[in-house]
Nanobody, 114 residues
């Protein structure tokens, strides 16, 4: 059974950092690209970053320079290091198998108060 379990979210002050994790199971993680997406309150789903099986990364304009995604193909885990967080980064963050934007798991809430 395919499972994606996101964790690491929380309440953080502007300028702070968080590291999100996505624990994957039930499929060949090392052979799949993985993607982070987020959904802010009242807004549509937004692509944040993708990581190919070899660790090459791409970022949205809003994430580039602020977020760093990575993966551990031994631990079957995807990561998103988020620095210099801003109120507009408040959202539920999901990991996705492949390069789409349709989440499978519950996500993890990140809240940055204004």
């Amino acid at each position: 059974q395919v499972q994606l379990v996101e964790s690491g979210g929380g309440l953080v002050q502007p300028g702070g950092s968080l590291r999100l994790s996505c624990a994957a199971s039930g499929f060949r993680f090392s052979r799949n690209g993985m993607t982070w997406v987020r959904q802010a309150p009242g807004k549509g789903r937004e692509w944040v970053s993708s990581v190919d099986p070899d660790g090459r990364t791409t970022y949205s304009d809003s994430a580039r320079g602020q977020f760093t995604s990575s993966r551990d193909n031994v631990q079957n885990t995807l990561f998103l290091q988020m620095n210099s967080l801003k109120p507009e980064d408040t959202a539920v963050y999901h990991c996705v198998i492949g390069y789409g934007t349709e989440p499978r798991g519950r996500g993890t809430q990140v809240t940055v108060p204004s």
